[in-house]
Nanobody
């Protein structure tokens, strides 16, 4: 099992940046888990934005965030980060960190463990 806690959300103007962080803890090693970031915008389904394999060698980015968002993981700190640049009002959502022992295959991935979510609001 792994416990996930997100931080770093907030209010930002369009064009600005935010960095989300997810701290992982638990019985299994951080390096065993593939991880990702999802978001749920008001009135919409939850969607996978980015994922990173347990080794860090493979990443996936949903088209709308390619070139703007960057996922990274720190094995020494057991953290997963999401750097978000050039934010737009339609990025407004609750962002969730997720982990799974299943290796991501493109957009076909879901988490088995979830954080509580952190709100990101982008004003125009």
């Amino acid at each position: 099992q792994v416990q996930l806690v997100e931080s770093g959300g907030g209010l930002v103007q369009a064009g600005g940046s935010l960095r989300l962080s997810c701290a992982a803890s638990g019985r299994n090693t951080f390096a065993a888990y593939s991880m990702g970031w999802f978001r749920r915008a008001p009135g919409k389904d939850r969607e996978l934005l980015v994922s990173i394999s347990y080794s860090g060698e493979t990443t996936y980015y949903e088209n709308s965030v390619k070139g703007r968002f960057t996922i990274s993981r720190d094995y020494a700190k057991n953290t997963l980060d999401l750097q978000m640049n050039s934010l737009r009002p339609d990025d407004t959502a609750v962002y969730y960190c997720a982990a799974s022992l299943t290796v991501p295959e493109g957009s076909n991935w879901n988490g088995d463990y979830w954080g509580q979510g952190t709100q990101v609001t982008v004003s125009s």
